[in-house]
Each structure stands twice: as C-alpha cells, then as structure tokens.
C-alpha cells in the first residue's frame, strides 16, 4: 500500500523557516522524481518544487527560487522542503507526490502569519 505522510507544517511568523517532511512507504522512492505541491485557500493546486530520484536535480517554481530547497534521503525514504523567508503567500496546505503515478499524501498546513 503506497503511503505519502507529511509532517513539518505550523504557524510561522513571515520571514521565518519550516523544514517539511514526506514520509513514503509502499513503492520503490529512490527511482522516482517526487514533487511538491501547495494549495491555498481558493485557489488551485500550484507545483512547488520537484526532485530527480538521485537527488542530483530539482527545480523550483519562480515564487519559490531562492527561498525554498528541496532534497532526499533514499535511505530514509523521505522527501524534504526546506523553506526559508518565508511570506504570508505561501500560506497553504503543502502536499508531496509523485505525479506520474498520481500518489499523493494528505498534505501538511503551513500558515506564514505574525
């Protein structure tokens, strides 16, 4: 059974940092590039960042760059997002997938706010 668990979200003053987890069980993680997600309140769901399965590649949405980083460890089969200066836009619920194969965890809320 595929399972995609995120942890890490909270309430973060703007300007602050958040380290978010993705916890993946039931598939084989460490060949597969892994995504994030975010979707605020009203709006759709927007692509974050995304990871190649050696970790050696990622790329990031342009209200991120520079802010946000994304890595992996294969041997913990986890998935990270580290964000830094963050802002009052990017409150919303953050989700970790792996599109191709549409597995998606439940998501972690992040609310940037003093």
């Known amino acids: 059974q595929v399972q995609l668990v995120e942890s890490g979200g909270g309430l973060v003053e703007p300007g602050g940092s958040l380290r978010l987890s993705c916890a993946a069980s039931?598939?084989?993680?460490?060949?597969?590039?892994m995504s994030w997600f975010r979707q605020a309140p009203g709006k759709g769901r927007e692509w974050v960042s995304e990871?190649?399965?050696?970790?050696?590649?990622?790329d990031y949405a342009d209200s991120v760059k520079g802010r946000f980083i994304t890595s992996r460890d294969n041997s913990k089969n986890t998935l990270y997002l580290q964000m830094n200066s963050l802002k009052p836009e990017d409150t919303a619920k953050y989700y970790c997938?792996?599109?191709?194969?549409?597995?998606w965890g439940q998501g972690t809320q992040v609310t940037v706010s003093s």
């Open positions: 997938a792996q599109r191709n194969r549409n597995y």
């Open positions: 990871i190649s399965g050696t970790g050696h590649s990622a």
């Open positions: 039931g598939f084989m993680f460490g060949i597969y590039t």
